[in-house]
């Protein structure tokens, strides 16, 4: 999708972006506010305008996915059947607008060309274990860092929320960097260390075959640390040096990938009070985790604004992974209809009974192979309830043909969704540049790949075009 480039928005543009942000959110409220599985209960389709109920009414998957998220398929011309009322029009064209681009600056490679599960970019040591979506991700984010930590004279990374070190070894074995990886699970860090072991094997063993490959310096592996980060205090083991510098006192860099709800906010934080850590390179996810108050806002100018509040539905639906969303559009996978059948089945717990609401249903496997009352049945025994109870079957068959509505109300609302995602960026490049610092919002992953792929990046000193240059591929 098209979209806005922080990089190309003064502090004075970013600030008139969050108050453009906010008043959009707040005109479109209830479309976010809505939850899609009380489709039926709350009757949300006539919560919408007649005029959209009636442009939108009877478009299949694939056409919700040309003409109203804009993302047809390849080659494939936009053309509306009718008409479609200006409000609608508007509505679509905002959404484009306002949002963080998240098409990355360079053309995706093929990585996955000749095999879907092995990037061609990453050799065969560094791709073992790791899935394809995580190839990427640590490719990518590992170089920028790499860029950054050149730019900036750093000594040190410290890659927090580690897991299983799979970005932490490819900096440290890969790329030659000093790493402390900091990771609150123990299981993680265990698993993380054997994986460290058998890279470096793997290592010794590719050098013995190919003599000509000379390794220049010493490897390191990373530095394991259990540790949970407080985002509401420091962590003095995050500041700790792994060596003494030879001048100076150490020059810390801090990154997480995919830093989970408050995590993301620790990083930020550690970063602005503390002099010792002078870069930052942070993709956040799980928005909804965030605090409230404490993880959203942070900058005082966007906790100025009427209507900033995210509350958890928004910031939940910031999750979703529009890309991902639009391609099954496109192809008109049977899962779509789980949202039809799941909102069917409230339905029938209220009837059942009234106070629980929107319960849990653990994952009905094969749905789109079940008839609706079918899965209602299984639904309603996994909610506690007698999977028995006598059914109107007219009713949930009536609810069943409306299986494309609920589509495109879902797609509504999805379409709005990165709107959220860029307010919540925009306050912490914000929040930033109220203290002094540098910071810029690139689009580091493949959209398709990785849907969480804004990267922060922050430092303490001026990089003018070296922003460009984090952009651009490895040759």
């Not at 409306?402 to 995602?421: G, I, K, T």
Request: proline share 7%.
């Amino acid at each position: 999708m098209p979209g806005i480039s922080a990089r190309g928005l003064s502090h004075e543009g970013r600030r008139q972006l969050a108050v453009n942000l906010t008043r959009v959110l707040a005109l479109y409220r209830p479309i976010l506010d809505a939850y899609i599985i009380e489709f039926f209960t709350d009757n949300l389709w006539d919560t919408l305008p007649c005029s959209w109920q009636e442009a939108l009414d009877g478009l299949n998957p694939p056409q919700l996915a040309t003409l109203l998220l804009g993302m047809p398929g390849e080659g494939e011309v936009i053309r509306y059947r009718s008409v479609w009322p200006l409000t609608l029009l508007a509505l679509k064209s905002t959404a484009c607008a306002l949002a963080f681009t998240r098409t990355p600056g360079f053309q995706t490679p093929s990585e996955f060309l000749e095999n879907p599960s092995q990037s061609s970019r990453l050799t065969a040591p560094f791709r073992k274990h790791v899935r394809p979506k995580k190839q990427h991700e640590i490719r990518r984010l590992g170089e920028l860092v790499k860029k950054l930590s050149d730019f900036t004279g750093c000594t040190q990374v410290v890659d927090v929320g580690s897991g299983q070190g799979h970005l932490s070894r490819f900096m440290a074995l890969g790329l030659g960097l000093m790493v402390k990886s900091i990771e609150g699970d123990q299981r993680l860090v265990a698993r993380a260390q054997h994986l460290d072991q058998e890279l470096l094997q793997a290592l010794e063993k590719e050098e013995k075959r190919n003599p000509q490959v000379v390794q220049t310096s010493p490897r390191h592996s990373p530095h394991h640390v259990v540790r949970w980060v407080d985002p509401t205090a420091l962590c003095e083991e995050l500041l700790l040096p792994l060596e003494n510098p030879r001048q100076g006192r150490a020059r810390l860099l801090l990154t997480g990938l995919h830093a989970c709800g408050d995590l993301s906010v620790a990083l930020l934080r550690h970063f602005s009070c503390c002099p010792e850590v002078v870069a930052l390179a942070l993709v956040g996810c799980c928005y909804m985790k965030l605090s409230d108050p404490g993880g959203y806002p942070l900058s005082q100018w966007v906790a100025g604004l009427p209507g900033y509040e995210l509350p958890y539905r928004l910031r939940e639906g910031a999750c979703h992974a529009l890309e991902e969303y639009a391609e099954r559009l496109r192809k008109a996978v049977p899962g779509l209809r789980t949202h039809c059948y799941r909102a069917a089945l409230e339905t029938v717990i209220r009837r059942a009974q009234p106070e629980l609401r929107r319960p849990g249903v653990q994952g009905i496997p094969r749905v789109h192979e079940l008839k609706i009352e079918e899965y209602v049945q299984r639904g309603l025994q996994r909610v506690g309830l007698d999977p028995q109870l006598p059914l109107n079957l007219a009713a949930l068959q009536a609810h069943q043909a409306q299986e494309n509505r609920v589509v495109a109300f879902f797609s509504l609302a999805l379409l709005l969704a990165p709107l959220v995602e860029t307010l919540i960026l925009l306050d912490r490049l914000l929040y930033l540049q109220e203290q002094g610092f540098h910071a810029e919002l690139l689009p580091i992953f493949s959209p398709e790949l990785s849907p969480r792929n804004l990267v922060l990046v922050a430092t303490k000193m001026p990089l003018g075009q070296a922003f460009s240059v984090l952009e651009t591929e490895n040759s």
